[in-house]
């Protein structure tokens, strides 16, 4: 089974600051997507951003962006200009291209300080 | 985006009674819909695959006679956690897949069960 990793279990942030959330997988598939969700102390899980394997292009989507690396097997989440509405867990996510399972890694969670 | 909601988002019973948590896909039809569990600061644990029309497909080690899963129409799944028991006690999340190409899950506001 595809496996998926966060190496960091809780990163800190100041306000109107850069940071970056780490995350690896394994997978002897070519074709399968990944994805960043955040989990706030609501609980729902909500996308943040999504990368088709086959893209070599960086997904971005407004203040979050991806830096995919398919060789290293690596899909790191930036977050750009911090804000306190980010603090959050963040799960990695992996999916098949040809089946329906999601892999979840262990998650990341974000605190911002003001 | 597509709209997934659970309910109930809170529910405590005692133990050895059965407890019914529904996912319901508001604006879209879900052929498959996924059950996850989530225990205190940890990650999603995929329990179970629901198939609108068919039976649900069990993650190995989920006990599926504890867990019933009923996916009788293309928006709506049902997860029934039989004779509860206090170790039953956690997070339940239900998904479904929304879009042709999108790909990505989208989540129930989650459902958390206490088991007295």
């Known amino acids: 089974a595809q496996t998926v990793t966060q190496s960091q279990p809780e990163m800190s942030v100041q306000e109107a600051e850069t940071v970056t959330l780490s995350c690896t997988y394994d997978t002897s598939e070519s074709d399968y997507y990944l994805f960043w969700y955040k989990q706030p102390p609501s609980r729902q899980m909500i996308l943040v951003i999504r990368q088709e394997a086959y893209k070599q292009q960086n997904a971005t989507e407004n203040r979050f962006s991806v830096n995919f690396q398919k060789a290293a097997k690596s899909f790191s989440l930036k977050i750009s200009d911090s804000q306190l509405g980010d603090a959050a867990m963040y799960f990695c996510a992996y999916r098949s291209a040809n089946f329906n399972k999601f892999y979840f890694g262990s998650g990341t969670k974000l605190n911002v300080k003001p | 985006g597509a709209v997934v909601s659970q309910h109930p988002s809170r529910v405590i019973c005692k133990s050895g009674t059965s407890v019914k948590i529904e996912c319901r896909s508001l604006d879209f039809q879900a052929t498959t819909m996924f059950w996850y569990r989530q225990f205190p600061k940890q990650s999603l644990m995929l329990m179970a695959t629901?198939?609108?029309?068919?039976?649900?497909?069990?993650e190995q080690g989920v006990e599926k006679d504890k867990f019933l899963i009923n996916h009788a129409s293309l928006t709506l799944s049902t997860l029934t956690v039989t004779s509860a028991h206090p170790e039953d006690s956690s997070f339940y999340i239900c998904s479904a897949r929304g879009g042709a190409n999108t790909g990505e899950l989208f989540f129930g506001e989650g459902s958390r069960l206490t088991v007295l």
């Open positions: 629901s198939n609108e029309g068919s039976k649900a497909t069990y």
